[in-house]
Structures are given as structure tokens and as C-alpha cells.
């Protein structure tokens, strides 16, 4: 069902930056300024980390950003630690709300 | 500090209406999306649908016939339900709370998640 795509999987050492790609569409992505990012780490509950396409809420780590470029959004993680390993999901505004398929992340 | 508890059977067969509802704790907020969000054995994250501070409600086009979201403000409550449930709606489901308060800063929380499971 996903009209959004990302990348399986991203690997990165400790310290290093990554940056995960969310593409999309001229009806969704592209768009709106409506693109979430969320971090979940398996058999916990989802957390969201990036909202409107750049801002962070309450509590979300400042070594994440995101930024949009045409139909494609970024989510970059600065400074990566073991913690950050799990899967993160965009999610775009399309009239409704719209996942990624999810990336893997692993800190090597 | 802004929390979420969820609640609602887990097992259900094939035709029956899946129900859960979730309580969320804090605020005030200015505005807030409720929102449930669903994840497959496997699989990744799907988004069923929302409502918000105004009482409006939006949903999956996918599952928008089967779906109702509905909420009793005054308790800060809101609920899924779901008809018709088959087994590709076995999944483990989240409710979540995006709100905002009066200066604008913006807070998310999740419920712990309910396995669903549909077999007859």
C-alpha cells in the first residue's frame, strides 16, 4: 500500500552521521510540509522524532534533523550511538497520513 | 509529563468488531490528534486514522469503511473500532496522542501497544 519509499536498511559506525531518504510524490511528500519521522525500536512503542518535515518535539534528541528537497525527505542522525539502532518510519500527508516501508538502522 | 494506557481484547474471530480505547494523561493542550496506528507480524507501520481537538475525524481510505474513531473529550478517551475483522488484521495496534500546548511546543505520546490476533 506504501506510496512512500525508503531504504531497507542504513549503516553507520559510531560517531558518524547517516541520513535516510523518504520518497515520495507530488501528492504527498511534495506536496505538503507534512512529513514525520518516527524511531521504533522492536517491542517498544513507536516515538515520534521529526514532525513538519523539520521540527522536533519535546524531548527528541537535537542530533535529529530533518529537511525536504522536491518529493524527497531527510532524516539525518548526527553524532550516531548504539541507542540509535532501530527502524525508522516517514510518514507523509496525502489527505491522510501515509508510512514509509521503514529502515533498518544499524550502528556498526 | 504526558502518558497514554490502552486497553481492549486481544483475541478476536474472523467477522467480530475489534475495540480498543485509550486514556490519555496531562496537559492542558491547545490541540491535540488522536491517532491509531497499526503494525502486521513483520511487517511495518500502518496508519488507521485520527481525531482531533475539533471533534473531526479523518481515516486510512484503505479501511475507512470498517473504521469509527470516536472519543469522549471530558475523559480524555478516545476508541477503535473495527468490523468485520479477518485475520489480515491481526497486528499489534498503538493509539497515540500528537498535542500542542500554548506556546506551540508540540509533545507525542504512544500506548503500550495490544496484539490483536483474528482466528476462528
Known amino acids: 500500500q506504501s506510496a512512500v519509499t525508503q531504504p531497507a536498511s542504513v549503516s553507520g559506525s559510531p560517531g558518524q552521521s547517516i541520513t535516510i531518504s523518504c520518497s515520495g510524490t507530488?501528492?504527498?511528500?511534495?506536496?505538503?510540509?507534512?512529513v514525520s519521522w518516527y524511531q521504533h525500536h522492536p517491542g517498544k512503542a513507536p516515538q515520534l522524532i521529526i514532525y513538519?518535515?523539520?521540527k522536533r518535539p519535546s524531548g527528541a534528541s537535537n542530533r535529529f534533523s530533518g529537511s525536504k528537497s522536491g518529493n524527497t525527505a531527510s532524516l539525518t542522525i548526527s553524532g550516531l550511538q548504539a541507542e540509535d539502532e532501530a527502524d525508522y518510519y516517514c510518514?507523509?500527508?496525502?489527505?491522510?497520513?501515509?508510512f514509509g516501508g521503514g529502515t533498518k538502522l544499524t550502528v556498526l | 509529563q504526558m502518558q497514554v494506557q490502552q486497553w481492549g481484547a486481544g483475541l478476536l474471530k474472523p467477522s467480530e468488531t475489534l475495540s480498543l480505547t485509550c486514556v490519555v494523561y496531562?496537559?492542558?493542550?491547545?490541540?491535540?490528534?488522536w491517532s491509531w496506528v497499526r503494525q502486521p507480524p513483520g511487517k511495518g507501520l500502518e496508519w488507521i486514522g485520527e481525531?482531533?481537538?475539533?471533534?473531526?475525524?479523518n481515516y486510512n481510505p484503505s479501511l475507512k469503511s470498517r473504521v469509527t474513531i470516536s472519543a469522549e473529550m471530558s475523559k480524555n478517551q478516545f476508541s477503535l473500532k473495527l468490523s468485520s475483522v479477518t485475520a489480515a488484521d491481526t497486528a499489534v495496534y498503538y493509539c497515540?496522542?500528537?498535542?500542542?500546548?500554548?506556546?506551540?511546543?508540540?509533545?507525542?505520546?504512544w500506548g503500550q501497544g495490544t496484539l490483536v490476533t483474528v482466528s476462528s
Open positions: 507530488s501528492s504527498d511528500v511534495g506536496s505538503y510540509n507534512l
Open positions: 481525531l482531533n481537538h475539533s471533534g473531526s475525524t
Open positions: 497515540a496522542t500528537h498535542s500542542y500546548d500554548a506556546s506551540l511546543r508540540h509533545y507525542d505520546a
Open positions: 513538519e518535515v523539520n
Open positions: 496531562g496537559g492542558p493542550f491547545s490541540g491535540y490528534y
Open positions: 510518514s507523509s500527508y496525502a489527505g491522510f497520513w501515509v
